[in-house]
């Protein structure tokens, strides 16, 4: 009876991650309708400069600022050098510069000491110690405060697009590009503010996930293509999107790994279960749960 509890908890704690890197993508369909292919690799990026820097005996919470500021500036040089470029070009180009840029870091970070192998944080002092325990299941300190901050930047976001006059600003701008420069909106601006926070909430995610499960380039690489499902559920578009369908995916595929892989020859469900939501998804709402509708005219 323990069990399903047990694969609730456990999709809480992975979806949290799953939502914090969901929302890069949210935040720069948002604003500038532009689906990023390379944000697995800028989520493993802003992860090993944290690595890099607690090797070298840097603090690790200064180390996960530092990363995140990086790889913050890092979003910011990507739109002023590739994506600005492109404006106005067909979404199929821009589709194909990301997907360009995904190939052309993950090849610089195997270039890295880091290109191979399995690494992982030293804990800090504060998440050394015994954890609690739910259900039988025991989470430790790394996992509870994992979930406390993945959550607190979601809770962060949230209010930076609903109360802020900036983020009002960036949903204006995805609205109508047209109408925002109308009123003296910079939308350059907005473009590259969106791709800033896009590289900082992905190496909060990196970062998070290493410190709670170990840092490997292809896995950190891999939960750009893994949080796919969690934004087409969720809708793209959408901040309370992301954090719901992150959550969904989580737990989902906890369930399917507990139930379904000692029915289903070789396992894995978990692999895949996502990515036949997302299918079934895009069948019947492909604007998502909480996505925008759109009606064009023809």
């Not at 969901?22 to 369909?29: K, P, R, W």
């Not at 180390?63 to 070009?89: D, K, N, P, S, W």
């Not at 993945?150 to 609205?175: P, Q």
């Not at 087409?232 to 892989?261: F, K, R, T």
Request: no cysteine; net charge neutral; proline share 3%.
């Amino acid at each position: 009876m323990e069990l399903l509890p047990q694969l609730l908890i456990a999709g809480v704690v992975i979806g949290s991650i799953y939502a914090l890197a969901a929302l890069g993508f949210v935040l720069i369909y948002k604003s500038s309708r532009v689906i990023n292919f390379a944000h697995g690799q800028i989520i493993a990026t802003g992860a090993f400069i944290a690595f890099a820097l607690t090797q070298r005996g840097v603090n690790f919470w200064i180390a996960g600022l530092i990363a995140m500021l990086t790889t913050f500036l890092l979003g910011m040089l990507i739109e002023r050098v590739f994506l600005r470029r492109m404006v106005g070009e067909p979404i199929i180009s821009v589709i194909m510069v990301t997907i360009g840029l995904s190939s052309v870091i993950d090849g610089l970070l195997h270039l890295t000491p880091y290109g191979a192998g399995t690494f992982s944080f030293e804990r800090p002092a504060l998440l050394t110690g015994q954890g609690i325990e739910l259900f039988g299941l025991p989470l430790s300190k790394t996992q509870i405060a994992g979930v406390l901050m993945a959550l607190g930047l979601l809770g962060a976001f949230t209010y930076f697009f609903n109360k802020s006059t900036l983020g009002i600003t960036m949903r204006a701008v995805a609205d109508d590009q047209m109408a925002a420069m109308s009123v003296g909106t910079s939308v350059e601006r907005v473009f590259a503010l969106a791709w800033a926070a896009a590289g900082l909430t992905a190496a909060a995610a990196g970062v998070i996930l290493g410190l709670m499960s170990g840092l490997t380039l292809g896995g950190l690489a891999g939960i750009g293509l893994k949080v796919f499902p969690v934004v087409i559920l969720g809708g793209l578009d959408s901040v309370i999107g992301a954090i719901v369908g992150g959550m969904l995916i989580g737990i989902l595929e906890n369930l399917s790994a507990g139930y379904l892989d000692g029915i289903v020859p070789g396992g894995g469900t978990r692999e895949v279960f996502p990515f036949i939501v997302l299918i079934i998804v895009l069948l019947i709402r492909p604007y998502g749960l909480f996505g925008t509708k759109e009606i064009e005219r023809v």
